[in-house]
């Protein structure tokens, strides 16, 4: 099992449709969890921090399952400039490490 | 406040010859990654520093590849004989580091053209 693993998409929906990602885990000492958004031929930017007890910042919601190891991202009322890839992000565990990224989903949102 | 800044944005050099890629993270993080990424691939993993801890260099993908980090503070990403298959973005990112892990932030990448 990869470490971090997405559906690469891509996932297409019209202006102002809900969309959820998935995004599983295979490394049950992980403590941190971010979803980063990548545009095309640009560097990724951290999109938001996914905490335990789930967080919302505006139409993003992030979700965590520790005990299926996944963590999710619902993005309500899309907007054309929300089409981008979406990479999770996941610490490899213990006090040492680093932070793998998965290869992103990507989203298109059309007029 | 100023972000991560890579130079050179962009590197062209024929096959062989050694290249070295600049990074200058945000004042105040003490770690520091490089990753690379080939067109529409995800991002891979070189090497991590971290305060004055010996670098995790396990994503270094041959001996070419080597990585300094000075004065805790400015890194060079040196590739010695390119080959064409080195072509790639190469990302630095920053983070606070510490024992809770924090974002990184990515600075805009050098692209790295072997002829």
């Known amino acids: 099992r990869k470490e971090v693993e997405q559906d690469p998409g891509p996932f297409n929906v019209p202006e102002g449709a809900t969309v959820a990602f998935n995004c599983t885990y295979s490394?049950?000492?992980?403590?941190?969890f971010f979803w980063y958004r990548q545009d095309c031929r640009k560097e990724p930017k951290l999109l938001m921090s996914?905490?335990?007890s789930g967080n919302e910042d505006g139409r993003f919601t992030a979700q965590l399952n520790r005990a299926s190891q996944y963590i999710s991202l619902l993005i309500r009322d899309s907007k054309l400039s929300d089409s981008a890839t979406y990479l999770c992000?996941?610490?490899?565990?213990?006090?040492?490490?680093?932070?793998?990224f998965g290869k992103g989903t990507k989203l298109s949102v059309k007029p | 406040g100023a972000g991560v800044s890579q130079s050179p944005s962009n590197k062209v050099t024929e096959k062989g010859k050694d290249v070295e890629l600049r990074c200058d993270p945000i004042s105040g993080h003490t770690a520091l990654y490089w990753y690379r990424q080939s067109l529409g691939q995800g991002l891979e993993f070189l090497i991590y520093?971290?305060?004055?801890?010996?670098?995790?260099k396990s994503g270094l993908p041959s001996d070419r590849f080597s990585a300094e980090r000075t004065g805790g503070s400015v890194s060079t990403l040196t590739i010695q004989r390119t080959q064409q298959e080195d072509s790639a973005v190469y990302l630095c990112?920053?983070?606070?580091?510490?024992?809770?892990?924090?974002?990184?932030?990515f600075g805009d990448g050098t692209r790295l053209s072997i002829l």
């Open positions: 490394n049950s000492a992980s403590q941190s």
């Open positions: 520093f971290q305060g004055n801890s010996a670098p995790d």
């Open positions: 996914v905490y335990s």
């Open positions: 992000v996941v610490n490899r565990g213990g006090s040492q490490g680093n932070l793998i």
């Open positions: 990112a920053s983070s606070l580091g510490g024992p809770h892990w924090e974002p990184q932030h």
